[in-house]
């Protein structure tokens, strides 16, 4: 709900004055109306525009005495109206009467003299009379009190609530596929790749599946990263069924922000494969994949799903596996 009050009247005067025109110059030149030597902090002129204060009391009684009731006009003529930008002052006028007409706080008579200064007074006269007003309205944004229990609302648990509800409305991450006792025809690519990489750290001509039970640590390492590409294809099979033909494909989407995320780390120099698969996957685990829808669905795309989205990377040839070609 609009109102008039000394914060929306700095904002509104803000933004067509000239330069400077921040909130501790806004300030300084509104008060100094009131009192030619006044200083207001920082942090006080923080909250009045932020609608956490009122404006001190001192600088409100000074509004209401005759000193300053003469010579606002003048004041203001000098002080405001002539540092106007040319630009857009002609937004100022249906700015301030506008914020005037959307207060219901403000009496019928009191909106009628206003708008009726601001249609046949110069803009001079309408600034000072409608800043004098504003400057005797409360400022602090007022408290919402919870209808139900007597307190105050509290507006980011509000909003916390308001979010999970429409978080409950978005699909549930479906679970992991399961990964196969054998490798499966779809997982040869990488499969092959990731065997080469170990045989490369290892300095041997080749190594098979069979002989893994020969090299624990690879074992090891083999069954993580069957696990990885298996969330991914859980996750690349799910977006089929949701989004269907919906172009652009999401989980395109996805391999592309990997891709773009870890390509310079891939195409760096290691003193093995091993290495080179390694420092991707850190990397991926780091990523933001932003621009995917995919991503916004809570659990949906965690470390182990970017991990994997890699080896699919490498089974679709888009990057060629860990060992150099150089």
Not at 169 to 182: C, F, I, K, M
Not at 241 to 262: A, H, M, R, S, W
Request: hydrophobic fraction near 40%; charge should be negative; glycine fraction near 4%.
């Amino acid at each position: 709900m609009s109102r008039l009050c000394f914060g929306t009247y700095a904002k509104v005067l803000q933004n067509v004055v000239q330069e400077p025109n921040d909130n501790q110059s806004i300030a300084a030149t509104l008060f100094g109306l009131l009192d030619e030597n006044a200083y207001v902090l920082p942090k006080v002129v923080s909250k009045l525009f932020n609608f956490k204060q009122d404006v001190p009391k001192a600088l409100v009684a000074e509004a209401s005495s005759a000193r300053v009731v003469q010579g606002a006009y003048n004041y203001f003529n000098e002080k405001i109206v002539a540092f106007l930008n040319p630009h857009n002052k002609d937004d100022l006028l249906p700015l301030m009467t506008q914020l005037i007409k959307d207060d219901v706080s403000i009496t019928d008579e009191k909106k009628a003299v206003l708008l009726d200064k601001a249609s046949v007074s110069p803009l001079n006269e309408f600034l000072a009379d409608t800043f004098l007003y504003a400057i005797h309205r409360i400022n602090k944004a007022p408290i919402e009190i919870d209808t139900e229990t007597g307190r105050e609302r509290n507006r980011v648990l509000d909003n916390i609530a308001r979010l999970q509800d429409v978080l409950a409305t978005l699909p549930s991450r479906p679970a992991n596929l399961a990964v196969p006792a054998e490798v499966e025809a779809d997982e040869l690519i990488y499969v092959t790749e990731l065997l080469a990489a170990y045989a490369n750290a290892e300095k041997l001509p080749d190594m098979s599946k069979e002989s893994l039970d020969q090299h624990p640590k690879y074992k090891n390492d083999f069954g993580r990263r069957r696990k990885d590409y298996y969330a991914a294809e859980t996750i690349r099979r799910a977006s089929r069924d949701i989004f269907g033909d919906k172009d652009p494909d999401q989980f395109i989407v996805l391999k592309d922000e990997t891709y773009n995320g870890i390509i310079d780390v891939h195409s760096q120099d290691f003193p093995h494969a091993v290495a080179r698969l390694n420092a991707v996957m850190t990397q991926a685990a780091t990523i933001r994949t932003d621009k995917c829808l995919l991503s916004r669905m809570p659990d949906w795309i965690g470390v182990s799903e970017k991990k994997g989205v890699c080896h699919i990377l490498v089974n679709d040839r888009i990057i060629k596996g860990w060992v150099s070609n150089e």
